[in-house]
Nanobody, 119 residues
């Protein structure tokens, strides 16, 4: 079972930037689509960005232009660049396989990385 370790979050200023990283315990090269998710307090976890094995990306509408997903297959690592931070981006961010294409094993979730945007 593949596991994920997220990092790069923290306390950031309104309008600032953060780059999140997520390293998988195995190869991600042949996984058709990976995704970044977030869960804000009181909300369900939602997918905010997807990246396919060819590098094609899609984003949750409100994050377009501010979120950029990328990956390095050699490092089995995904990245999420978040620019122009807003308070509503405050959440725990996770990565995993894209649940549009895969059934996600509950035990595969990492601990996430907390992003807190202060105004």
């Amino acid at each position: 079972q593949m596991k994920f370790l997220e990092s790069g979050g923290g306390l950031a200023q309104l309008g600032g930037s953060l780059r999140l990283s997520c390293t998988a315990s195995g190869s991600i090269e042949h996984i058709y689509s990976m995704a970044w998710y977030r869960q804000a307090p009181g909300n369900e976890r939602e997918s905010v960005a997807q990246i396919t094995n060819t590098g094609y990306t899609e984003y949750l509408e409100p994050t377009k232009g501010r979120f950029t997903a990328s990956k390095d297959n050699n490092l089995n690592t995904l990245y999420l660049q978040i620019d122009s931070l807003k308070p509503e981006y405050t959440a725990v961010y996770y990565c995993n396989k894209d649940d549009h294409w895969y059934n996600i094993d509950t035990g595969s979730w990492g601990q996430g990385t907390q992003v807190t945007v202060s105004s």
